[in-house]
């Protein structure tokens, strides 16, 4: 009961301080009336404790006098069981409410290809285990009323039984199997979707966290991202790019994640210091930057954030990209606004991002005495020339 209110609280205190900070940014009063409503939650529990003791008290004296005065007492047994029938109609009104309340705050459709296969599992899942939930409690709890203690009736030993117990075992094992191939199942067709097969994703886009930030490196007119190397990381080069490799001359550094839709996306995922978590809701997209173990998901985005503005007529709607673990005290700046584009935007975006060789990285390299770079400059030039 109290992990419940401290939830509902802290739900409570998320929306107020949304609400508030937009209105005035007043923090000291924030936390002044989180605290009130801290104090006013823990006393509502301290009263309710009082009064179940109480009303317990004066039932046991009651008790005592009637059989003083040679008269049946309680009959606890009644009581026990009328108190688990209110705990099982109590749990259910709480289980409608928190649907009512808190359902409506549940993501919208996904905005991705896999996302409604994902979706269909979450609620194929949620489906069963809440079907199951209902059943048994409605069962546990009415037996316990229905059964309880009688002076007529005595107790039946009844210490086992195969039939039921080969029930028990096999119907949730049969669940459980169908769930985790049906998930596994999913996964693999996530995972395989793009370019596991050898089919290249259509984008190639590098995504790297560090303490507090998101790095985006786009590949440039050869489609191809150039080697990284931690080792060269410095003040020009944060993401430690190796321009022994002539694909790195030409990638792009950009600041927001933006995407063509309905073509596949590969992003290649990077952490520098400690785990952070690249998490896209409306996608369904989440999954862990590990330092020293890049990992990757490939997706393709269905709605472009125009579309999803007018359907959801939310004219400032935006697709965020977050960090998704506590990653230290500046982790509440790593979110991206994410911008899904036809793809003609997409190219007039891409053709006016920086190089992510600076003017100052160059000088850094020396890459003017490259043979490397002045062959790629004089392709550039030739190509441009045709
Ligand atoms: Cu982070």
Known sequence: MFLLLGTNL???????????????????????????????????FLIVCVVVAVVGKILKVYDLTLQMQGKKGINWNNVM???????????????????????????????????????????????????VFLGTQVLLFTFLFKYKGSDKRKAYYYPHNNTIEKIWTVAPAIVLTILVVFGFLTWRKITN??????????????????????????????????????????GTNKLGINYEDKNSFDDLAADTLVLPVNKSVRLNIIAQDVIHSVYMPNFRVQINAVPGLPTYFKFTPTKTTAQMRSDLDQPDFNYHFYCNKICGGGHYNMQKIVLVVSQAE?????????????????????????????????????????
């Open 10 to 44: 802290v739900m409570a205190q998320a929306a107020s301080s949304n609400a508030t900070a937009t209105d005035s940014g007043d923090t000291s009063a924030q936390t002044a009336g989180m605290w009130a409503s801290v104090g006013y939650y823990t006393l509502l």
């Open 81 to 131: 069981a009328t108190g688990f029938l209110i705990f099982l109609v109590a749990g259910i009104i709480g289980v409608y409410y928190s649907f009512s309340e808190q359902g409506s705050m549940i993501l919208g459709p996904a905005s991705s290809v896999h996302g409604k296969t994902l979706d269909t599992m979450f609620w194929i899942t949620f489906g069963i285990t809440f079907v």
């Open 193 to 234: 979707t793009v370019d596991a097969k050898g089919e290249v994703a259509s984008l190639n886009v590098d995504v790297t966290g560090h303490q507090f930030a998101w790095e985006l490196r786009y590949p440039g007119k050869d489609g191809k991202l150039g080697k990284k190397t931690v080792k060269l990381v410095s």
């Open 346 to 386: 997409y190219q007039n975006w891409l053709a006016n991002q920086k190089p992510y060789l600076s003017d100052q990285l160059k000088k850094e390299l020396k890459l003017a005495e490259n043979p490397l770079y002045k062959q790629y400059q004089l392709q550039n030039s030739l190509a441009s020339n045709n």
